[in-house]
């Protein structure tokens, strides 16, 4: 798996940061990848799609935006 661009700050009220999840499949079998962001910054991030289905020596990617509220309890 690689990220890109690497993890960066997001501003609280900010514009949202979104990355590229790229996933290879490496195995001599179809494999099925569910994706989520787990931990605090799971309330402010989505993964779209949230299933990759990959084929031996493919890759495919996910897009992972993260957007941080503006309310002090952020």
């Known amino acids: 798996m ?4 690497p993890l960066s700050t997001v ?3 900010g514009g949202p ?3 590229t999840l790229r996933v290879r ?3 001599d079998t179809v494999e099925e990848y569910g994706l989520s962001v787990v931990g605090p910054l799971s309330t402010w991030a989505q993964v ?3 299933r990759l ?3 031996p020596g493919d890759e495919a990617t996910a897009t992972i935006t993260v957007a941080v509220p503006h309310p002090p309890s952020a």
């Open 2 to 5: 690689a990220l890109d661009p």
């Open 11 to 13: 501003d609280p009220g």
């Open 17 to 19: 940061a979104t990355h």
């Open 25 to 27: 499949n490496n195995g």
């Open 48 to 50: 779209a799609p949230d």
């Open 53 to 55: 289905r990959i084929y």
